[in-house]
């Protein structure tokens, strides 16, 4: 193991991290952009299907080698996870087998080789993202189309059966405190950490004053986030004079038929990034309601560096320590009194340092770097 105090590492990526715009690809991409500042070497692996080669990657990495993710019929009969199943390639084990480097596993998706007896002396960090099979027994719970309902429970049976693999880890670093804690009562004899994700901003950037909206933003595709989009028209703001913008990519289309119905409600369906930049920073309140506790949600970091008051349900927060940012409520009743009340009142610059304060304490990216340079070399000395 004589190679981690040149601070060599392999990135194993269910996906190409460029652009660095949804959920876990943003702390994938700011994960290597931030150990790249702090001289870690990195040799990054991707599975390509939905997104193209991308020459940025190799201002912050050593390497970057692409393989082909096995989607289709073959993949999806396994007793192994679709969304592992597809992402193995023997290219991919013999560039890892070159030499005695760590390898970080980015979610339960990149684990194939986890647990191969060929990796047997190397350190191997898992990166949680989410406890899968959880996400997906949700996703199965929100979903209205049979044959996806069959799929997600299947695929959340498969992940609860591979999750036993994380047992092959030699660290774990999960992105909230309460997945950690549930890690490490699984599995006792790997150490777990409770390491924020990564994110775009090295500052906050609110406005003060007023806006004179709400904003809901999200993949408006995701079933999670319509099941959200739809209770907070349904249930908030048919009740509330209130201005509501939706804003996100591929609204589902019962969405725009419901906005239609309420003169108080706009969707603003594929915006560009500067667009939702804009609705963000100029909202006076931006509502985040989820009904699955795993994981942590980027979109909450996005809004507290850049948006002003931030209403948010009690699965929104769980394990992240964000609480004191934030304004909660757990009923349409109480969403609509918050929202009555936090319209008439100035974000003022009292709050706007809370934020600095809290924020860059605990979610720096240039800390948590260097954490996981300190974790992993730790790791490694003890092997």
């Not at 909230?176 to 994110?199: E, G, I, N, T, W």
């Not at 948006?307 to 009923?331: E, K, Q, Y």
Request: hydrophobic letters at 35%.
């Amino acid at each position: 193991m004589k190679n981690m105090p040149d601070q060599h590492l392999h990135i194993i990526s269910f996906s190409i991290p460029y652009p660095p715009n949804y959920g876990g690809i943003i702390d994938v991409f700011y994960k290597l952009k931030w150990l790249h500042k702090i001289d870690v070497k990195i040799h990054l692996h991707c599975f390509e299907y939905d997104r193209q080669a991308a020459d940025e990657l190799n201002d912050y990495c050593e390497s970057v080698n692409y393989y082909r993710r096995k989607t289709g019929m073959a993949s999806s009969l396994s007793l192994m996870p679709y969304i592992v199943k597809s992402r193995h390639s023997e290219r991919l084990m013999k560039n890892l087998l070159k030499d005695d480097h760590p390898i970080l596993f980015e979610g339960l998706h990149s684990c194939y080789y986890l647990s191969d007896p060929r990796l047997k002396d190397r350190v191997k960090i898992y990166r949680e993202s989410n406890i899968e099979h959880q996400y997906y027994l949700n996703l199965f719970k929100a979903e209205k189309k049979l044959s996806n309902k069959a799929f997600f429970l299947g695929e959340a049976f498969k992940l609860r059966m591979f999750q036993k693999v994380l047992g092959h880890a030699s660290l774990m670093l999960a992105v909230s405190q309460s997945d950690a804690d549930y890690l490490q009562k699984k599995y006792r004899d790997v150490p777990v950490h409770y390491l924020p994700s990564f994110h775009p901003h090295d500052e906050v950037n609110i406005k003060s004053g007023k806006g004179n909206y709400a904003l809901y933003h999200g993949n408006l595709s995701v079933p999670e986030n319509v099941k959200a989009a739809e209770y907070i028209i349904n249930k908030v703001f048919s009740k509330i004079d209130y201005p509501l913008i939706m804003a996100g990519l591929k609204p589902h289309k019962k969405l725009q038929k419901l906005a239609d119905k309420y003169r108080n409600v706009t969707l603003v369906p594929n915006p560009s990034n500067y667009q939702m930049d804009k609705l963000i920073s100029n909202a006076q309140v931006n509502i985040l309601i989820t009904f699955q506790a795993t994981g942590l949600k980027l979109k909450l970091l996005n809004v507290l560096h850049n948006g002003r008051f931030v209403l948010v349900n009690t699965p929104m927060l769980s394990g992240t320590g964000l609480d004191s940012l934030c304004h909660i409520a757990d009923t349409a009743k109480e969403i609509q009194t918050a929202i009555q009340t936090l319209s008439q009142k100035e974000f003022d610059q009292s709050e706007i340092q809370n934020r600095e304060a809290i924020l860059g304490e605990r979610y720096s990216n240039r800390r948590n770097g260097e954490r996981v340079v300190e974790l992993v070399r730790k790791v490694h000395n003890e092997k």
